[in-house]
Structures are given as C-alpha cells and as structure tokens.
C-alpha cells in the first residue's frame, strides 16, 4: 500500500533535521573555553598598600568569602583572559607563576601550576562549566595570601 | 427599497404560496409599486430560463434506468470510503503522534544547548584528579553548589 504524504510534512523533517545537525555542527566548531585568570591577594586589611591594587569584582569575592579562608579583603593584582580551543593547551603568566591549562574536550579541563622555573607544583583535572570558579592559593608574608583564580567566562 | 423579506415574499406571490390576503395585498403593490413590478418581471423570466433549460433535457434512456445508474455510482463510491478513510487515519495518526515527539526532541535539544556550559548535563567524563606534584601538602576543598574549588598549597608563594 502507497502513502501519500503531504510534500510539507517531509520538508518539515528536512528543516528541523537541520536545524538539529547545523546546531550540533555549530556546537562541535564553537567549542572554544574562554577563561579569566586573575592573581588576587588576600588580606584582613581594608586598604592595599599597593595603589595599582583595587578591589576584586563583587561575583569573585562573594564565591572567596564562602571559602574556607580568613581573609575579608581581597584585591586584583592582574587579570588575564585566555582563549582555549578544543584539545589545546595555553600556557600564561601570573605574576610570578606560570599556569597550564588543557581543553579535554566538553567541560573537561586540566590545570598545572608552575613555579618559577617551570617546576610543576600541582595538576588537577576536573569538569570546569561556564560560571565555576578554581582558584589556586597559598599562604604570602605578613599573613596574607596569594590567589590564582581562574574563571570560565565561556 | 424592498426589503429581503419582501423579496422573498414576492417570490412565494410568483410560486403560489401566499395566502389569499397576502395574495391580494401582493397583487395590488404590484400595481403601484414600480420595483416591485421590475422584480416580479426578473423573477418571471428567470423562472421562464430554468423551466427552458430542463425541457431541452432528453435523456437516452429510461427515467428509472439513468436514476439507478447514479445510485450504483454512488454505493460504489460508498463501498471505497473505508478503506480511503483509513488510509487517511493513518496519515494523521503518524502526524497526530510525530509532531508531539519532534516538538518535545526540539524542546530537548534546545534545553541541551542552552544547558551545554553549565554542567548540569553530562558532558564531562573526566573524573577529578589531581597531582601534588611539588606540594604534598596541597589540600582542596570542593563547593559543588556555589560552583568553586580551592585548591590550598602549602608552597611557599617566594618560589
């Protein structure tokens, strides 16, 4: 038995079959991470002494003041944005440590940091989704506290 | 200006099917009222078409064998409409069940999309790992909801 199908119900198929491959296509080639590095310094001090320092930006230090940490004020001392195409790596300076990073491919990313010298001091792979914050920290002089934050902006 | 009811009025006066009075009443308007007349005239020759029309009909067979001719084209007709019908369910079955699910895939899909960078769907497979490569005494804390990880290192920040 034949069955005659209206010419408009197959060239519907025909349009959302594309519209769903031409999405995932386009998924696929935009799959670039464009992530924020900042190197923020902590401290229980209202005031930088450094006048170039001024204050992190409100969604960062909300996300630092529900860490662990006993710092109250934290200041960006440099920022850097990084574009990381898909199974690539990036590797930057931040202040005076170096920072690796890999795209694995989906939300999968791989995060060295170096210290001067190119010693490897700590990798870490995790999931890193738009809006999710890592920050890699350590104890600085006088009590205070040095902070790479990197964040996934894209 | 008449009226549709006058018209129709007048068109039961010509077919006959007017009480007396109103037959009366009909009768004497047409006698003084001029549109009325020219309707009644229109009317009258368009009754006169038609009737002229079907007397030049003159059918090759008997009145009764044409007619019975029409009713078997007719059951036979009838007869096909079932499985016609069918096949016309069956079409709109497949709309009737398709278009819902392609809907709910794009709503899906879009979803998907829109979710991609947030995590909330499944397109990491690497599980958490980390190397203290140079600091065994690196610790991490993890906030899943707040969406942030520390990673606390016992290096000291001169190096």
Known sequence: MRIRVAPA?????????????GIGLADVLAADLKIEAQ???????????????????????????????????YFEV???????????????????????????????????????????IVKRTQAFPKGEILVLGGNAPNSTAWLAILKRID | MMDINEQ???????????GEAEAREMANRLTQDRESMALMAELRN???ILVGFEKGIRLTESEDFYWSQIRR?????????????????????????????????????????????????????????????GDPGAFTYRDYSAGTTLVWLSYPAEN
Not at chain 2, 8 to 18: F, M, N, P, V
Not at chain 2, 75 to 102: C, G, I, K, M, Y
């Open chain 1, 9 to 21: 119900f197959w060239r519907a198929w025909v349009v959302v079959g594309l519209l769903v491959s």
């Open chain 1, 39 to 73: 190197l923020v310094w902590g401290t229980a001090d209202a005031k930088s002494p450094n006048p170039q320092h001024k204050p992190v930006e409100a969604d960062i230090l909300k996300k630092l003041r529900e860490l662990p940490l006993k710092w109250s004020h």
């Open chain 1, 78 to 120: 440099t920022r850097k944005q990084v574009a990381l195409p898909a199974k690539a790596t990036r590797k930057f300076e931040l202040g005076r440590c170096d920072i690796e990073i890999t795209s694995l491919g989906g939300l999968d990313v791989e995060v060295t940091l170096l210290a001067t010298g190119g010693k490897k």
């Open chain 2, 8 to 18: 129709l009025k007048l068109q039961a006066y010509l077919d006959g099917e007017l």
């Open chain 2, 46 to 48: 368009t009754r006169q």
């Open chain 2, 73 to 133: 084209r007719i059951e036979a007709q009838q007869s096909r409409l079932p499985q016609l019908e069918h096949r016309v369910s069956w079409v709109s079955w497949f709309r009737r069940r398709l278009a819902p699910v392609t809907a709910m895939m794009l709503v899906a899909f879009a979803g998907l999309v829109a979710f991609r960078g947030t995590g909330y769907f499944g397109q990491s497979s690497a599980t958490e790992v980390e190397t203290a490569l």
